[in-house]
């Protein structure tokens, strides 16, 4: 089975903190992308990545940049925490095309970390 | 702007009866469409998948429709169970693998 590991459940921070999210998975995927899950809003895509080193801006880029340095580790950055990030953050990860994989694939998530910045 | 969205947000169905959670599209350009679940404290979690040049796929206890014509997406989960209480969610897959999401509806069982 697919294992992707957020590593922390719960996070408190105060505004104007840096915040590193970490996600990691263990299938080898080559993509992954990072959510926020609001109540009412569902989830909306922050960021993703399909390869090491590369990223594309989901559609809440605004206040959030993301790292690959290695396949298996995406990290969430809030270079300024503010009050209006307090929530819950969901990482995924799929197979890519180049994987060998069919371009359609299922995401697999993590059980999220819920932020609070206060 | 282009969304993926559900009509209701709440669902209540009565034990052993089947239920039926309807998702619209609007990206005619989407390709691949996918059912969550989502259990209170945890991520979603993969229930089943269609693609476009399909208009049916089932599952154990599950079935996707998949209606093109008018841009529709329906779960339907046959004898629903307590277990099945949830947040389900459709998505689509747009360009560069990107997933979206809808809002979700939740699905309660009643006794």
């Known amino acids: 089975d697919v294992k992707v590991t957020q590593s922390s459940r719960y996070l408190v921070k105060r505004t104007g903190e840096k915040v590193f999210l970490e996600c990691v998975q263990d299938?080898?995927?080559?993509?992954m992308f990072w959510y926020r899950q609001d109540p009412g809003l569902g989830l909306r895509l922050i960021y993703f990545s399909y390869d090491v080193k590369m990223k594309e801006k989901g559609d809440i880029p605004e206040g959030y940049s993301v790292s690959r340095e290695k396949k298996e580790r995406f990290s969430l950055i809030l270079e300024s925490a503010s009050t209006n990030q307090t929530s819950m953050y969901l990482c995924?990860?799929?197979?890519?095309?180049?994987?060998?994989?069919?371009?359609?694939?299922?995401?697999?998530f993590g059980n999220g970390t819920r932020l609070t910045v206060t | 702007g282009e969304s993926v969205g559900l009509h209701l947000p709440t669902l209540s169905v009565q034990e052993g009866d089947n239920s039926i959670i309807n998702c619209a599209y609007s990206n005619s350009a989407s390709d691949y469409f996918i059912w969550y679940k989502q259990e209170s404290g945890k991520g979603p979690q993969f229930i089943i998948d269609i693609r476009s040049n399909m208009d049916k796929r089932q599952g154990q206890r599950v079935t996707v429709l998949l209606n093109k014509t008018v841009k529709h997406l329906s779960l339907q989960i046959a004898a629903t169970q307590p277990g099945d209480s949830a947040v389900y969610f459709c998505?689509?897959?747009?360009?560069?693998?990107?997933?979206?999401f809808g809002k979700g509806t939740r699905l309660h069982i009643l006794p």
């Open positions: 998505a689509e897959k747009r360009e560069c693998d990107k997933i979206i």
């Open positions: 995924a990860s799929s197979l890519g095309v180049s994987a060998g994989g069919a371009s359609n694939s299922p995401l697999h």
């Open positions: 299938m080898d995927h080559e993509n």
